[in-house]
């Protein structure tokens, strides 16, 4: 009887069957969001939302905890989206410590102000999903939906 004791408390379990915690897991960041110009009918219109996506626009996440820090940016594709990859591993970094940032819009003339976040407000992370890449795990987060709107409705 002792000597099966001793044999689960050199394997992974322990002597009352609990697993021991797994070591750290490391793993990339992949970051989802979308930007829109309200009110305005380009290519792409949402007529249920009253929006249309803004290709091109420039995205920031930027992560920060103490001294250290990281900034990744991305662009929109031609439907509004983005996906910013971290090409390293974050962990010193938790998803409270990450930002997502749309400057400006790249239609400034047009569709310049931000209505959501408001500017210089970033989105926070909402965790979405765990995804096997081929250089490892990533955590794939969403920043949601930056919105952009003109200064006069008329002009779009």
């Known amino acids: 009887m002792a ?22 897991v490391n793993f990339t960041v992949g970051v989802v969001g979308a930007v829109w110009c309200k009110n305005c009918r380009y290519a792409g219109y949402v007529p249920s939302k009253n929006v249309a996506p803004l290709p091109n626009a420039a995205a920031l996440l930027r992560c920060r905890r103490g001294k250290q820090e990281l900034s990744k940016w991305g662009t929109t594709d031609a ?37 959501m976040p408001r500017r210089n407000k970033g989105s926070p992370l909402r965790f979405r999903d765990y995804v096997t890449r081929p250089d490892g795990l990533q955590a794939v987060y969403t920043a949601g939906n930056f919105i952009f709107g003109p200064r006069d409705p008329r002009k779009c």
């Open 79 to 115: 439907r509004g989206y983005f996906m910013i990859q971290t090409a390293e591993q974050v962990v010193p970094f938790a998803s409270k410590d990450c930002v997502v940032y749309v400057p400006s819009s790249p239609r400034r003339a047009t569709c310049g102000v931000a209505v």
């Open 3 to 24: 000597a099966t004791g001793i044999s689960q408390l050199r394997s992974r379990g322990t002597a009352i069957g609990v697993s021991r915690p797994q070591p750290d």
